[in-house]
Every structure is written in C-alpha cells, then in structure tokens.
C-alpha cells in the first residue's frame, strides 16, 4: 500500500511525532477530498440521468409523431420513448447513486485504517511497547472481535475445537489402561 510506503519514509526521516502527524493527516485528508470528488461527479451523473431519459423520450415522441398517417409505425416511436425514460431512471437508481454511495463508504473505511497506520506509526517513533501497540489498535475494534479472534475464520474454529475433542480421547485412553493395570 502507498499510504504504508510513505507513512515508513516519514518515520525514516526522523520528524518529530508533530511533524509526522501534521504529514500524515494532510495526505489522509487529501485521500478523502478526492473519494469525495469522485463520489460528486457520480452522484452529478446520476442527477443527469433523467434529463437524457426525457430527452430519448422526445426523440420517441417526434419520431411517433411524425409517423401519425402510418398506424403501425407508431409503436415503435412510442417504446423508444418509453425505454429511453426507463434507462435514465434506471441508470440514475441502479448505477449511479450506488455507486457514489460506494466510493463514499470504502473512502471512509480507508480514511479509519489510515489513521490506525498513523496512530500505530507514532507509537513505534515514540517507543511504546509492543503490548501497548497491540492493546491501542485492538481498543478501535468490535469488543466481540477482541475477545474471539477465532470468529474472523470458522473453518480455523472449527478445527481447533476438533482437535481438543481428539485430544481429550486420546488423554481417556491412555489413561483407561493405567486404570486397569492398577486393579
């Protein structure tokens, strides 16, 4: 990741814990303007959306009446213009908007793991210890997440919990035979 690459040159560099913030925060905040541009420019496309809907829906509606003495050639003109309506709403609704939407969402998630990196950064130029490093990183996440790591991966779950029942049978019998030598 590039954000990493540079967040480790900044810390060769030896800044100061302030100086490396004020660094980082402005990139941080650099990333996010730009996510947020591109979610405007989505978010503009799909506002246009529409309005060449309706524009399809007069070149129907011309081309329909224009045909007003053939009967037949009036379907025709009258889907085109009923399509060209639909594909704007539905590239508006069903493309753009999500779209936006999405870019937004993943820009925040970037914008948190960021700033983990960053805060992780300062922790490492200003020598705190591993424990804390971990204990800090892990406090910005689900509670449920901390206490159950195993929750990430069930299939690893699971086989830890096979492997304990298979231990457990194998302490019981070894165990029996003792049991009976005794008697």
Excluded: W
């Excluded at 892990?138 to 298979?166: G, M, Q, R, W």
């Amino acid at each position: 990741d590039d954000f990493v690459k540079y967040i480790f040159t900044l810390m060769s560099t030896n800044y100061t814990l302030n100086d490396l913030k004020e660094i980082a925060e402005t990139q941080i905040h650099y990333r996010i303007v730009e996510a947020k541009k591109l979610s405007d420019i989505l978010k503009n496309m799909g506002n246009s959306g529409p309005a060449f809907g309706m524009f399809g829906t007069l070149f129907g509606l011309v081309f329909m009446l224009s045909s007003l003495d053939n009967p037949s050639a009036v379907g025709p003109g009258l889907a085109l213009g009923l399509l060209a309506t639909l594909y704007g709403v539905a590239s508006t609704h069903l493309l753009f908007y999500p779209l936006s939407k999405k870019v937004l969402a993943l820009a925040e998630v970037q914008q948190k793991r960021d700033e983990m990196i960053l805060e992780c950064a300062m922790m490492i130029v200003g020598e705190k210890s591993s424990l804390f490093i971990k204990d800090k990183l892990l406090s910005h996440l689900n509670l449920k997440y901390v206490t159950n790591p195993a929750i990430f991966d069930e299939e690893t779950s699971e086989e830890v919990t096979i492997e304990s029942e298979e231990t457990e049978e194998e302490i019981v019998s070894t165990e029996q035979p003792k049991d009976e030598e005794v008697q």
